[in-house]
């Protein structure tokens, strides 16, 4: 099995800031992606940025392309997102996801991103 590990959010200003972690641990596969999603009070669930571990390719929510970056470090099965100019819009739970090619879709437990004055 693999388990995910979040960690980075929290409360900031407008214009701050926040990067955010997930690590992979356990059975990784060699082979597989890792993403963010997000959900805001009151809304759907959606899509803000991937990243293949292995190539380094990434995708991105053209809302957020902008402000958003996604990486990883693949000898620690980790991935972050750095997010810039934040707005209180962004305010949303956070979830890693892992993306096994074969099994499916892993979701973290989430992770509280709150961008208010």
């Known amino acids: 099995q693999v388990q995910l590990a979040e960690s980075g959010g929290g409360l900031v200003q407008p214009g701050d800031s926040l990067r955010l972690s997930c690590e992979a641990s356990?059975?990784?596969?060699?082979?597989?992606?890792m993403g963010w999603f997000r959900q805001a009070p009151g809304k759907e669930r959606e899509f803000v940025a991937r990243?293949?571990?292995?190539?380094?390719?990434?995708f991105y929510a053209d809302s957020l392309k902008d402000r958003f970056i996604i990486s990883r470090d693949n000898a620690r099965s980790t991935m972050f997102l750095q997010m810039d100019s934040l707005k209180p819009e962004d305010t949303a739970v956070y979830y890693c996801?892992?993306?096994?090619?074969?099994?499916?879709?892993?979701w973290g437990q989430g992770t509280q991103v709150t961008v208010s004055s």
């Open positions: 996801t892992y993306i096994h090619p074969l099994r499916g879709t892993l």
């Open positions: 356990g059975r990784i596969a060699s082979i597989y992606s």
């Open positions: 990243i293949t571990m292995s190539a380094g390719s990434t």
